[in-house]
Nanobody
Framework: QVQLVESGGGLVQPGGSLRLSCAAS????????MGWYRQAPGKQRELVADISSGGTTNYADSAKGRFTISRDNAKNTVYLQMNSLKSEDTAVYYCKRSDYGGNYWGKGTLVTVSS
């Protein structure tokens, strides 16, 4: 059974930083595409960034230049470093894993950007 557990969310002031982590279970992590998505109140879930098994990254325009996705295959963990946070980054952030077995989602971690 695949499990994804996000952590690192919280309350941060505008301009601040947070690092989210997603720990994944299972032996297929190395071949999985890992992604971070977010869903703000009243909005649809959207892609923030993803990273392929080979380390190729892809970012939403809103994340470019501010967020960095990375992965540590030895720890089965994917990270999202978020800098220069804005109020519009407030959302629940979800980790997603995609491989030949399907798509799997974590339960999310709340990020609130507010003064």
């Amino acid at each position: 059974q695949v499990q994804l557990v996000e952590s690192g969310g919280g309350l941060v002031q505008p301009g601040g930083s947070l690092r989210l982590s997603c720990a994944a279970s299972g032996i297929r992590f190395r071949i999985s595409v890992m992604g971070w998505y977010r869903q703000a109140p009243g909005k649809q879930r959207e892609l923030v960034a993803d990273i392929s098994s080979g380390g190729t990254t892809n970012y939403a325009d809103s994340a470019k230049g501010r967020f960095t996705i990375s992965r540590d295959n030895a720890k089965n963990t994917v990270y999202l470093q978020m800098n220069s946070l804005k109020s519009e980054d407030t959302a629940v952030y979800y980790c997603k894993r995609s491989d030949y077995g399907g798509n799997y989602w974590g339960k999310g971690t709340l990020v609130t950007v507010s003064s």
